[in-house]
Structure formats: structure tokens, C-alpha cells
């Protein structure tokens, strides 16, 4: 690319790195990835460090929609929702067993599929199964990712990502009661990420 765009600015680097560029500037802080997967890291104003996150649909992505969605998922077909909601799930997503492990175990792209369940969240967000679930994801991310940083505290929390973006009130509340001083919350960092390197070529 940079043989035809010979004037361009090309830099080929991890989704961590975009956000963090987008979210943190050129300040300290940490920068959460909160979408289809999660993941997190600690920008030191320069470069990230990355820690022991990011594992995975299988073993990590807590908070995540893969994480909601697995959840609503095993819930629905261990009949473990509240019969209103077990309607509303079997509405939206008319499913049968088979279906899933075929989906999940067999088919490319089973974070994908699992995570397109969460939208369904937007709908149930005000009942007290909703409520709980958002709750026990973002908690979890927060417990597992961000407070695995002993520093947590000091530096500003940004995040990035669908999942971040569309239950923001719901992850400043939990923010807020546990010290987590919360920066920007964005749904995608091109725009940010955009200006910030502008800036940064103006200013060289």
C-alpha cells in the first residue's frame, strides 16, 4: 500500500492500539474494548502494554456480546429465563438445539453468531432479568479486566465498542460506585482516531 499511496500515513496495528490512540490521546489511562469480544490495556501515553486479557470467546471476552450472548443462549435452552422473557427470546430467535451446537461447534465465525444474540438486550434492558444480566456482564469485565490493573484508580477508563456505547448508563453506575473514574465512551474509534492523528501530523 504504501508503494501506491506513497503520501499517505499507513499503519497496520492492533485494534488496541486504534482505540487506545482514540480514547487516551496522548495521556495516560486505561482503554477497554467492549464490542463482540473485550479486552483491555494500559496506554502509557506512547505505546500499550498489554496484560493477561484478551483470551477469547472459549476462554475470556467477559462483559462482551459473545459473553452475553452465550449466556442468553445456555438460559434459554436450560429454561432458566423468566417465562415472559423464554417467549420473547423464542420469538426473536425461533431456535432449537440442534441448531445452536451446529452453529457454535460445526460453522466458521461462532463468535459472531454468538454475540448477534445480544441485541436482544436493548429490548429487555428494564427487566429485572435484563437489569441482573447487564449488571453480572459489566461487572465481570470490570472485575476481571480493570481491577487486575492495581492502579485502576489513579488513571481515567475509557472504552470503545457496541456493548460499551449502548449500556453506558448502566456501566458509569457501576463505574462510579467502585472508583472507576470512566474518560470516553465511543462506539467505533475511527472519527476519534482520525482526528487524533491529524493532530499529532500538525503538531510534528
Not at 479486552?39 to 476462554?59: A, Q, R, T
Not at 459472531?112 to 469485565?141: C, H, M
Request: charged fraction near 20%.
Amino acid at each position: 500500500m504504501t508503494a501506491i499511496f506513497t503520501k499517505a500515513y499507513i499503519s497496520v496495528d492492533s485494534d488496541l492500539y486504534a482505540s487506545a490512540y482514540a480514547t487516551c490521546g496522548r495521556e495516560k489511562g486505561l482503554c477497554c474494548i467492549l464490542g463482540t469480544g473485550s479486552n483491555i490495556c494500559f496506554f502509557d501515553g506512547e505505546s500499550i502494554h498489554d496484560g493477561k486479557h484478551g483470551l477469547g470467546f472459549i476462554l475470556g471476552d467477559e462483559g462482551a456480546g459473545t459473553w452475553f450472548g452465550r449466556t442468553l443462549i445456555t438460559d434459554f435452552l436450560y429454561g432458566l429465563m423468566p417465562e415472559d422473557i423464554q417467549t420473547v427470546f423464542y420469538n426473536t430467535y425461533p431456535l432449537t438445539k440442534e441448531e445452536v451446537i451446529t452453529n457454535v461447534y460445526q460453522r466458521p465465525a461462532p463468535n459472531s453468531y454468538l454475540a448477534s444474540f445480544a441485541r436482544i438486550l436493548n429490548v429487555i434492558r428494564k427487566t429485572d432479568y435484563g437489569k441482573e444480566l447487564i449488571r453480572k456482564g459489566l461487572q465481570e469485565f470490570i472485575d476481571t479486566n480493570i481491577k487486575s490493573y492495581p492502579e485502576y484508580h489513579t488513571y481515567k477508563t475509557h472504552f470503545v465498542g457496541s456493548i460499551a456505547f449502548v449500556f453506558a448508563d448502566e456501566l458509569k453506575a457501576l463505574c462510579e460506585a467502585q472508583e472507576i473514574h470512566v474518560g470516553k465512551i465511543i462506539k467505533q474509534p475511527i472519527n476519534d482516531l482520525l482526528a487524533f492523528i491529524l493532530s499529532r501530523e500538525t503538531a510534528e
